[in-house]
């Protein structure tokens, strides 16, 4: 069974910094794309950022100059910086796997997310 493990979370000042980890087990790593989203209460899950297994990123503009994603594929794990915290960063954020392929389609697992909490 994949399992998507995520750490790092937790309650944060404004202006302050924290750096997200996800470390996946019994798939391929290197094989799929990795992403950070994330659900603010009362919110749709959105994206924050991805990397592909070529290391391509894309953000999302809210958090564009604040965060770095990474990936270290020895480690089957994927990192989140942020920095400049601010409070409406506040939600649970959630690491997701993604893969295609010809013969099964788009596969993609979830971790069970962490919380991220930017107050003073």
């Known amino acids: 069974q994949v399992q998507l493990v995520e750490s790092g979370g937790g309650l944060v000042q404004p202006g302050g910094s924290l750096r997200l980890s996800c470390v996946a087990s019994r798939i391929i790593f290197s094989n799929y794309e990795m992403g950070w989203y994330r659900q603010a209460p009362g919110k749709q899950r959105e994206l924050v950022a991805t990397?592909?297994?070529?290391?391509?990123?894309n953000y999302a503009d809210s958090v564009k100059g604040r965060s770095t994603i990474s990936r270290d594929n020895a480690k089957n794990t994927v990192y989140l910086q942020m920095n400049s915290l601010k409070p409406e960063d506040t939600a649970v954020y959630y690491c997701?796997?993604?893969?295609?392929?010809?013969?099964?389609?788009?596969?993609?697992?979830w971790g069970q997310g962490t919380q991220v909490t930017v107050s003073s």
């Open positions: 990397i592909t297994n070529g290391e391509a990123t």
């Open positions: 997701k796997a993604t893969r295609w392929s010809i013969s099964l389609g788009t596969q993609s697992y």
